[in-house]
C-alpha cells in the first residue's frame, strides 16, 4: 500500500528542455501583455489629447480667420468712407452718384455685400454678389436695418475703446451677412450716413473651414444653427448656451454629434462682436473617426509586434533548450547503451563548458570500463588455463588432452556453421 501510495503522489517527470522553454514561455507571454497595455494606454491617451489639441487650434484658427477677414473690411470701409465728396452725396441721397462712387473700390476688395444708409437708417445704395453667377446686383432693400443694434450705435454715433466702427449679423430675405460698418461725417462733424460692408455668412464660413480644416457652424444666441459648412444643418446642442457664453474665458465646451452616420466632436465658443457683445456661438467640428482610425491602426501594429516578439522568445527559448539538452539527451542514450553492454559508445565534446565536461567524463569513464572488463576476462581465462595446465602436471598420460579436445571442439563448431 505505501507503494502504491507513493506513486501516485510522485512528482510528473518534465524533461529539462520543458522546464526551460516554460517559464521562458510564461516570461514572454507576462511581458507582452503588460508591455502592451502599458504601451496601447500611452499611445491613445497621447492620440486624445492630440486630439483634442487640434479641436482647440482649429476654435483659435478660426477666431484669427474671423479677425482677419473683420481688419480686411475695415480696411474697406475706410477706403469708401474717404472718398472725397462721400458725404455730400449721401446727404442728397443721389443713389446713382453713390452708386458710381463706391463700386470700383467694392469691384476690387471683391465684397459681397455693400450697403450705404443715410443718418435716419434708411438704405440708400445696395450693391450685392451674387452666389451663383460672382456678378454684382443692385437690389432695392427696403428693410429697417435699424432694428439691429449695431446699426443703431453707429446712428446714434456711439463710441467705445474701440472706436465707432460695430459689427453684426444681419439674417434677411436678401442674405444672411456678417457687417462691419462705420459713420461717415459730413465737414460740420454730424453724421451724414452709414457705410455696411458684408460678406455672407456662407463665404465667410469656407474661408474659416479652408484655413482651420474643419467643419464650422455658427449658431444663434438660442442655440439655432445659422449657416455651416455641413451639407444640411447639425442637430442643435443639448447645451445650456449660458455655460457657453459665461465660462468661454475660463473652459472649452465639447459636444459629440453625428452626421451621414460619421461621429463628430464640436468645440463650442462664443462669437463676439468688435464690442463685445455676443454674436452667437461659433462651433468648429472635427471628425472623431481620425482618432478611431489612428487608434486602431496603432493597437494593431502593437499586437503585431508583440506577436512577433512572442514568436521570436518562443523560438529563442526552444533553440537555447534545444542547445542545452540535445549533449545531456546524448548522454541519456550513451548511458542507457552502455547498460545494455555495448562499450565502443563514445559521446561529442564540442562545446567547451561543463556539459562538455561531463561527456569527457563519461568518455573516460567507458573506456575505463571497457579496459576492466578486458582485464578481468583475460584473467579469468589465464586462471582458466593455469587450472588446465595443473591437471595436466598431475596426469602425466592426459598431458595436453584438454587443449587437444578444446580444439577439435571449435574446429567441428565451425565445421557445423555454428557462430563463433
Do not use: C
Amino acid at each position: 500500500i505505501p507503494n502504491i501510495y507513493m506513486k501516485i503522489i510522485r512528482t510528473p517527470h518534465f524533461s529539462i528542455r520543458t522546464k526551460l522553454t516554460i517559464p521562458y514561455i510564461i516570461l514572454a507571454l507576462l511581458i507582452a501583455i503588460v508591455g502592451g497595455s502599458i504601451v496601447t494606454q500611452v499611445l491613445v491617451g497621447s492620440l486624445e489629447e492630440r486630439f483634442t489639441n487640434q479641436m482647440i487650434e482649429s476654435r483659435k484658427l478660426a477666431s484669427e480667420s474671423m479677425v482677419r477677414e473683420e481688419d480686411r473690411m475695415l480696411g474697406t470701409l475706410r477706403l469708401l468712407s474717404h472718398i472725397q465728396g462721400m458725404a455730400d452725396t449721401i446727404l442728397l441721397e443721389d443713389t446713382q452718384k453713390i452708386l458710381d462712387l463706391i463700386y470700383p473700390i467694392t469691384f476690387n476688395a471683391g465684397e459681397d455685400a455693400v450697403l450705404i444708409l443715410d443718418s435716419d437708417g434708411k438704405v440708400l445704395t445696395t450693391i450685392l454678389k451674387s452666389a451663383e453667377t460672382g456678378n454684382y446686383l443692385f437690389p432695392q432693400v427696403g428693410d429697417d436695418l435699424t432694428r439691429y443694434p449695431f446699426v443703431s450705435k453707429v446712428m446714434n454715433q456711439v463710441v467705445d475703446p474701440k472706436g465707432d466702427k460695430y459689427a453684426g449679423l444681419t439674417i434677411a430675405d436678401w442674405g444672411n451677412y456678417f457687417f462691419v460698418m462705420g459713420p461717415v461725417n459730413s465737414q460740420d462733424g454730424k453724421l451724414a450716413g452709414i457705410i455696411l460692408i458684408g460678406i455672407s455668412l456662407k463665404n465667410l464660413l469656407e474661408k474659416i473651414r479652408e484655413e482651420s480644416l474643419s467643419q464650422v457652424t455658427i449658431y444663434d444666441t438660442n442655440f439655432n444653427p445659422i449657416e455651416s459648412t455641413f451639407a444640411e444643418f447639425p442637430s442643435q446642442p443639448l447645451i445650456d448656451i449660458s455655460i457657453v457664453l459665461k465660462n468661454q474665458d475660463h473652459q472649452s465646451v465639447t459636444r459629440d454629434f453625428s452626421f451621414s452616420n460619421i461621429a463628430y466632436a464640436e468645440l463650442l465658443g462664443a462669437w463676439e462682436a468688435r464690442d463685445g457683445e455676443d454674436m452667437g456661438v461659433l462651433g468648429t467640428a472635427l471628425p472623431k473617426t481620425f482618432l478611431v482610425r489612428t487608434s486602431n491602426i496603432t493597437k494593431i501594429n502593437i499586437t503585431i509586434v508583440f506577436v512577433l516578439a512572442i514568436i521570436m522568445a518562443m523560438l529563442l527559448g526552444l533553440f537555447l533548450s534545444n542547445l542545452i539538452t540535445r549533449p545531456l539527451l546524448q548522454l541519456e542514450r550513451a548511458a542507457s547503451d552502455v547498460a545494455k553492454g555495448k562499450r565502443d559508445i563514445r559521446v561529442s565534446t564540442k562545446g567547451g563548458d561543463e556539459i562538455a565536461d561531463l561527456a569527457q567524463s563519461f568518455n573516460k569513464m567507458v573506456s575505463s570500463l571497457s579496459r576492466s572488463e578486458k582485464d578481468l576476462i583475460s584473467a579469468y581465462d589465464k586462471t582458466l588455463e593455469g587450472w588446465s595446465k595443473a591437471l595436466e602436471l598431475r596426469d602425466e598420460e592426459t598431458q595436453g588432452h584438454t587443449q587437444r579436445v578444446t580444439q577439435l571442439t571449435l574446429e567441428l563448431a565451425r565445421a557445423m556453421g555454428m557462430d563463433e
